[in-house]
C-alpha cells in the first residue's frame, strides 16, 4: 500500500482482557517496529523486526506484551491481561533497512488504546 | 533503553521568528539523527535528518546544527509560521531510533 496501515484505529477494552494491535507495513520495506505513545509522552520502542533476523524485543514492558510478522508482511501486536497503564497510543513504523539513515521511518496512524 | 533528552517541553515563538529546539545524546555508536514532526491524531513523520560526519544540514526553512564532541544537536526553524504549530521529536539511533519527550511548539498568528 501507499503507507503504513494500522487497525484498529481505536479499541476500548476492559482491564484483564486480551486486545491484538495489526499493522500492514508499506510493501518491500524490511524493518517493522513498534513505539507506545503515552498521552503527551515521547515515543517509547517496543520491538523491531528486520528480515528473517530475530526481533529486537528489548523495549517491551512486561511478558503480557508480545508481537509477530510473518516474513516481510503483517505484525500483530498482542497484549494479554490488559492494565490501566497499557492505554496509549501504538504506533508501528516500517523502513527500507538500507535507507534508514536517508528516509527514516513511516509511521501509521497509530492505533489509540484505552483500558477501562 | 539509550536516553536522548529534548528542551524545552513546550515553547511559544512570534509569527516570523526562530524556533529552537535543542537536544542530546548518550550513545556514541547513534549514526543517524532525525527530527519528527508530528500533528494531533497523526503519526509522527519524518522532517530532516542528519549524520555526525556533517555539522549542519538545512532544507528550506529548518536547519539541524550537530555538535559531535559534545554530543549535542537542535533543531533551528526559520521564519516560524502558524503552520508550524505541531510537535517535535529529536531522535538518534543506528538500527533502531530512540526517540526524546518531544517540544510542544505553538506560534502566534
Known amino acids: 500500500g501507499a503507507g503504513v496501515s494500522q487497525s484498529p484505529s481505536n479499541k476500548v477494552t476492559e482491564k484483564g482482557k486480551d486486545v491484538e494491535l495489526r499493522c500492514d507495513p508499506i510493501?518491500?520495506?524490511?524493518?517493522l517496529y513498534w513505539y507506545r505513545q503515552r498521552l503527551g509522552q515521547g515515543l517509547e520502542f517496543l520491538i523491531y523486526?528486520?528480515?528473517?533476523?530475530?526481533?529486537?524485543k528489548s523495549g517491551l514492558p512486561s511478558d503480557r506484551f508480545s508481537a509477530e510478522r510473518t516474513g516481510e508482511s503483517v505484525s500483530t501486536l498482542t497484549i494479554q491481561r490488559t492494565q490501566q497503564e497499557d492505554s496509549a497510543v501504538y504506533l508501528c513504523?516500517?523502513?527500507?533497512?538500507?535507507?534508514?539513515?536517508?528516509?527514516?521511518?513511516?509511521f501509521g496512524s497509530g492505533t489509540r488504546l484505552t483500558v477501562v | 533503553q539509550q536516553q536522548v533528552k529534548q528542551s524545552p517541553q513546550s515553547l511559544i515563538v512570534q509569527k516570523g521568528g526562530i524556533s529552537i529546539i535543542n537536544c542530546a545524546y548518550e550513545?556514541?555508536?547513534?549514526?543517524?539523527f532525525p527530527w519528527y514532526q508530528q500533528f494531533p491524531g497523526k503519526g509522527p513523520a519524518l522532517l530532516i535528518a542528519i549524520r555526525p560526519d556533517v555539522s549542519e544540514k538545512k532544507e528550506g526553512r529548518f536547519t539541524i546544527s550537530f555538535n559531535k564532541s559534545a554530543k549535542q544537536f537542535s533543531l533551528h526553524i526559520m521564519d516560524s509560521q502558524p503552520g508550524d504549530s505541531a510537535t517535535y521529536f529529536c531522535?538518534?539511533?543506528?538500527?533502531?531510533?530512540?526517540f526524546g519527550k518531544g517540544t510542544r511548539l505553538h506560534i502566534l498568528p
Open positions: 531522535a538518534g539511533g543506528d538500527d533502531k531510533i530512540i
Open positions: 550513545n556514541t555508536a547513534f549514526d543517524y
Open positions: 510493501s518491500g520495506h524490511t524493518a
Open positions: 513504523a516500517s523502513s527500507l533497512e538500507w535507507a534508514l539513515a536517508n528516509y527514516g521511518y513511516t
Open positions: 523486526f528486520q528480515g528473517n533476523s530475530a526481533p529486537d
